[in-house]
């Protein structure tokens, strides 16, 4: 089997989905000939208030430039290999992200719906503990708040 | 003996603003390991807890890996992704 | 909590999938007011060749009008309410469909990661083996073969 | 003695195209069940074996469930949606 396709991107403004897999598609289109069976994906948005609650202003994603990007590549591959799939997308905001936007899209092609769905998981719980991005929210009145960890499954 | 390495050390998040810096040059005795360096640069807590970890040119590291002249090593605060 | 938004709809010809989720995502929008903060997703297409690795002309999909409308309806709706999500997109193609064509299209907006996943994998099981469609392999010989079962996930 | 069922029967994809026909409108005796309505037809095989589902007014049903007059009647061959 080919390596699989490896599309990863950090985001410095907000960006659109539907847009990222259709251009993602046509890149998997032009290597391999045809889609492959089974698609997964996942989209991740900022909710409207913190985890305390609060009304949320703004999200902040900082991040390590060029070992976000290294390692993010670096768990996408490793996902890909263990589960044998042809193809993966990452997309992942960096900067202020307002409530609403999208923060990550992780989207896998492959040949069974089983591999698609399990890499499409597995890959978005090893980048939200495993890649260095770090989120303050940011309140109405100005304050910010680094978190600490991630929202519980 | 060693010679002297030359490090650059890099906070991010959290414990850069705790800090209160984001980027340090620094000479360290010879032998240095991430370890000695977060309490030779005075860093907080004193014993740093499990949460905190540690990159050596961008690769995840040990608390205790031998570091080199020219290495970059960051300390990150808990990763929130996603 | 309101009702979850069930979005379900049998396909008569070739449909696209990010255009279906887009329009989805509109209604979403609409009668929340936001979007929810994870949205899990699922695109199904043919395999370019049968069962039995020869190559296929295309894919039959034949239906029970009334009940499989209806079937799709109750299983989303016992999916949504299991999982507590806030909305279920569903699209289903019948008639003949070709290679690398979309079958089908699963997608589930919900508050928290786990639930928007498990939701959109027991939803798409359910409709593999409790709603009314049949499948039938169409060769180039002009040669058929119904379909007694599901490919393993 | 209950009166006679007049119900409609359906047939799908392999089970239709074994039988040769789509749907029939049917009298069957008082008390008549799918069971009892398949060997009717004489329909095959004479055991329908268990992935052969049977649904009533569009409902999944048990192949002993009481029909009444005015029932639309089907039996499904193995489902492969998806």
């Known amino acids: 089997m080919a390596a699989p396709l490896l599309a990863i991107q950090l985001e410095p403004g907000p960006f659109q989905p539907l847009l990222a897999m259709e251009q993602w598609q046509a890149q998997v289109q032009e290597r391999m000939g045809h889609l492959p069976a089974a698609e997964s994906s996942f989209v991740g948005r900022v909710r409207p208030h913190t985890g305390a609650g609060e009304p949320l202003a703004a999200l902040e994603l900082e991040h390590y430039p060029g070992m976000t990007e290294a390692q993010l590549h670096h768990l996408a591959a490793e996902a890909a290999n263990r589960r044998a799939v042809a193809a993966v997308l990452v997309r992942h905001r960096v900067g202020r992200v307002r409530p609403g936007e999208p923060i990550v899209l992780v989207a896998v092609a492959a040949d069974r719906r089983g591999p698609a769905q399990r890499c499409c998981q597995e890959l978005l719980e090893a980048l939200k503990h495993e890649a260095p991005f770090w989120k303050r929210e940011w309140r109405a009145d100005g304050s910010g708040l680094w978190l600490a960890g991630n929202t519980p499954l | ?82």
């Open chain 2, 1 to 82: 003996m060693g010679h002297t390495p030359e490090l650059r050390v890099l906070l991010f998040a959290a414990l850069r603003e705790r800090a209160g810096w984001q980027e340090r040059l620094l000479a360290a005795p010879a032998g240095a390991t991430p370890a000695a360096v977060w309490r030779q640069l005075g860093l907080e807590p004193n014993e740093p807890d499990a949460s905190i970890r540690v990159a050596i040119n961008q690769q995840f590291a040990s608390w205790d890996s031998p570091l080199r002249a020219g290495d970059e090593l960051a300390f990150l605060p808990p990763i929130s992704g996603g």
